[in-house]
């Protein structure tokens, strides 16, 4: 399998990127990483660094898109960045995945452009492990603004797939982020997904606040990406707040030193299971090939996890699974719509 | 100054919700406590745990609203019930301020339409401070489902107007919630709304992410009343799980016994940060006069705060403020509609 790795975009590129790289390359001996992004400054950070690439290989591509960038960017003006020239090699068959940790709406825009969605998909979405106690999976936690009823329930469906087959979860329960839960709450959007998931034959627990999300209600959220943006950062930003207060107390106790060290061993324990870079990084459900997008502030370990990620993507074959329920829905939606036009006619 | 408190509606009604009024009454000497309810009901109650009403004076009310009525109950098929009559007591003048724990909808639809709105304000919204260091009030925290940027620069008016006067926050910074920082993040709303805060004359401070919302980047946080409740929601249900993570993290620790009783001290004052109790209800911003919803959970403590909350709102006279401001936006409205008449002619 190969797997290639967008060394140039993120917070920490290259240096991060790179050493990410590695150690997946180190790690996943059987797999091989292909690095895509300026051939000189990787090769000088290589040698500046005293890094062994082994037997990674680099692609160059001369540009780089920034944060600052416009999501068009990737097929308009900075057609050779490292993200436009991975993804392209990944839609010519050149590699089995594509790792970024670099600008999500470009990443989004790419791989719906140059990769393509799976046939009968009509949106991708980008999949985030909620970083609780119980994994949750986020669908959409950021790819589209507005959603119709039918994406909700392709979300509901590559979610479910993604928990079943990666985390090895038994009939997912698939639950709508809501202002409250009953069947009548939220907009129109809501109120029809809500239907829409009772008939789709998936486990489909209903409605969840967000307050219980925390308390394992379900394995896999679905709502729009507006929404799941606001939900996962606000997560992200709880998660940091709690533990930068809780730094606080412990540094004003009068505890023992032994104690002290005992309770920050379990801190760190805590701390780890916050912490995004254990996760890897979060597919984009949908797109025809696997594309993950690692946290912009990805380091090495979240790189290398990522990579993990993406093996484990190719691997359990989740792509042909999504296609095959696509095809089937776009089928049912199809009878669905001549049975309409009979009724009427 | 005359505080009606519906003792019947709420989680905890009608003994928590008594005492609470009680503890009111005891403190606040100066003003006149009335409770609303069943007679009966809260006399037995009162016998059965020896509780002293003091100067409380009761209202007969036969009926309640329970959680399960729709919210257009209260002025319909529950027009007797202890919300309801409370609300037109309030609009007839026979008090100053009115405190309840019951259902949001109905006491949301039954302050608009028995209490009304200030003249000029299209949308009353729920105001609820986060359970942060760093007190942040949340406009609209779940009245309104669909909201106009109208309705976003009224709410961050009538936010910075409460901070102003409850909190002595000088110039609140108004943020908008929204997916991103740019001016241009977001739905056609929020880009509308930023443009207008932009130009409203108030300390707007731009988009605020959710993840950066603890960390003291706004006073008050605008937003519609769908996105506002799922936000406020998961910092609950953030605070509530990572304190439950805490306290598995300290049971499972080998301190000394005096450690330990140090650090559950520590940690208790950082459950009173984040209990709501300690806040008080929250205040439905833009009726003419002041409602204040206790939190459905709310204990005699909450129900205590929340009175205190409403002598607080009619002391401050802030809705004289909002009232005036209403004026002058509705004028300002006016003429540029005038403007755009004549260029168009």
Redesign the interface.
Known sequence: MKIIVDVMSGDNAPLELIKGAIEASNEYKEHEIIVVGDENVISDVVVQNELQLGSITIRHAPDVINMEDRALAVVREKRESSMSIGLKMLAAGEADAFVSAGNTGALITGATLIVKRIMGINRAAIASILP??CPVLLMDS?AN??VTSDNIVQFAFMGAKYMEKIYNVERPRIGQ?N?GTEYNK??ALQIESYQMLSESGLNFVGNV???????DTCDVLVCD???G??????????????MG??KD?LR?????M??TL??KA??K??KT?FDSSEHGGAPLLGISKPVIKAHGSSDAKAIKNAVRQAIFFVNTGINDDIASFALDYDDKKLLADVEKLYDQT
Chains 1, 2 share one sequence.
């Open positions: 609780l106690t950021g603004l507005n982020l202002n939220g907009n606040e967000a307050k219980t999300v925390p308390f990406g507006y929404t943006n606001i939900f996962l950062k606000s997560v992200e930003g709880m998660g940091k707040f709690l207060t809780l107390v004003t106790n009068v505890v023992t032994a104690s005992t309770m379990k801190i324990d805590l299971q």
